[in-house]
């Protein structure tokens, strides 16, 4: 967990600050978005599983990280945050230039969130066939992300961009869940060119300075999450399949 | 070289209004294929392979597909037309529309489609948290004419193809939309006086009937 304080030097920096839990996946996209603009922030932590009352004011409605605070007024949800710091600091553009590109990068942000993210997070908390079933959901649909990825040194081309941020997590959190889980979600031998690019994205200059979450904890909190869920999501039964919706 | 638009929809999909709307508003002249739900065209599976959902605009043979998303690429690429562009134009209010649509969204479509299919207790809950969900966008319109402030924009556009379906959501559960978001519905009543909107938005009556027809077919009555 870091804080870092912001010494802004032009005016349209001041005050950027980010509320954020440590592990977070959508923290860590705004922060890796600011640090590609070289916007300096101050970092506050919120412990998602004990909320405080700031929270609640900074994001009355879903109550959730993160949240981007700039010149005093707050922004949640981190693919409007990444639009917005896009737009208000246009050099080092992380959205395409075009129209069609930046649709499709903004279709598959979201398909990674509604598609990926849900029944990855249930194979990190199922066990047995369920989990299974779960992991096979998460293969069908990285098989997109694969061919996206092909001949491409990133998902924003030669360069870093908005939709490398929000799939990050497929480099680095999924690896963390299939290990708590011991189960594989992202066999590189299935998917290459998904691999090529977590090699390629870990080690961008700019990525690797960032604040990154510490590798044991990561491990242990969501060793954590699995012990505590697992009963949970156990009792919900075919319920789960609704939510996830089927292959 | 002129444009080639196709969009793939259904009559009575509040979704494809939203496209219709802007498609209206920039005056962009298409080609409006309606899809059968039940039937899907092989053309429809080809365009959005991912969800297999309308409304998908397809321009010069690239696909577009998700509602909101094809809203900002038709701001983005109708831009010097007639009318004034559909976002706001600075970052924050640009990022507080987006916020609202993406809310509109998550929660007013599942509410209502709560509302219409479910019966007792359950209908009765989602009534409650539609009406709650209504009443915070009437918070944010405060004493705006539009949402998007002094001119109709995204987030007008983004809400208001629901209004089509408050007869269908009153006749389901039984209850008025105005008594108890009167400022909600006379916007809706104002952006129903645009063109755009009046052509665009299907028959109140026709789409209660839709969900009749669904109720019948899935066994929900």
């Keep these: 967990m870091e804080e870092s304080s912001s010494t802004s030097n032009s005016t349209s920096n001041k005050g950027v600050k980010v509320v954020g839990f440590w592990v977070s996946l959508f923290s860590q996209r705004v922060r890796w978005g600011l640090k590609l603009k070289g916007i300096e922030y101050e970092y506050v932590e919120e412990d998602i599983n004990n909320k405080s009352p700031l929270l609640f004011e900074l994001n009355p409605l879903y109550g959730k990280v993160p949240i981007l605070v700039h010149d005093g007024v707050s922004f949640p949800e981190s693919r409007i945050i990444l639009e917005y710091i896009d737009q208000f600091w246009p050099h080092n553009p992380l959205m395409p230039l075009d129209p069609y590109h930046r649709a499709q990068a903004r279709f598959w942000a979201k398909f990674a969130d509604e598609k990926l993210l849900d029944p990855a997070w249930f194979v990190l908390n199922l066990e047995g066939e369920d989990q299974e079933r779960a992991a096979k959901i998460v293969s069908v649909h990285l098989e997109k992300i694969e061919e996206m990825i092909k001949g491409k040194k990133y998902f924003g081309g030669n360069t870093i961009g908005f939709l490398d941020l929000v799939l990050a997590f497929i480099a680095y959190i999924l690896p963390a869940w299939e290990e708590v889980a011991s189960i594989k979600m992202v066999d590189p031998s299935k998917f290459p060119g998904i691999a090529t690019w977590t090699d390629n994205f870990l080690n961008h200059p700019v990525v690797k300075t960032e604040y990154f979450p510490p590798k044991d904890q990561t491990l242990s909190y969501y060793k954590c999450r699995r012990h505590e869920l697992l009963p949970l999501y156990k009792s919900y039964g075919n319920k789960i399949w609704t939510y996830i919706g089927t292959q | ?221």
């Excluded at chain 2, 009559?11 to 309606?34: C, D, N, Q």
Aim: contains cysteine.
């Design chain 2, 1 to 221: 070289m002129s444009d080639e638009v196709i969009l793939l929809d259904v009559y009575a999909s509040m979704f494809g209004m939203r496209v219709r709307i802007a498609l209206a508003e920039k005056g962009v002249e298409y080609e409006y294929r309606e899809e059968d739900l039940g039937n899907k065209s092989p053309f429809l599976l080809q365009m959005n392979p991912v969800y297999k959902k309308i409304p998908v605009l397809i321009h010069n043979g690239n696909p577009i597909c998700e509602s909101l998303l094809i809203l900002e690429y038709i701001d983005e690429v109708w831009k010097d037309n007639k009318s004034p562009p559909l976002l706001p134009s600075d970052a924050y209010h640009r990022a507080t529309a987006r916020f609202w649509a993406d809310f509109v969204d998550k929660k007013v479509f599942d509410l209502g489609r709560r509302l219409w299919t479910r019966k007792g207790e359950e209908q009765e809950a989602a009534k409650k948290e539609f009406i709650d969900a209504l009443k915070l966008l009437e918070g944010e319109l405060g004493n705006k004419p539009y949402l998007g402030g002094d001119k109709f924009g995204y987030l007008d556009v983004a809400l208001v193809a629901y209004y089509s379906w408050f007869y269908a959501y009153e006749k389901c559960g039984n209850f008025s939309i105005e008594e108890h978001c009167p400022k909600l519905v006379a916007w809706a009543k104002r952006c129903m006086k645009k063109e755009s909107v009046a052509k665009s938005l299907a028959d109140p009556i026709k789409v209660y009937e839709f969900t009749l027809m669904l109720k019948k077919k899935y066994g929900l009555e």
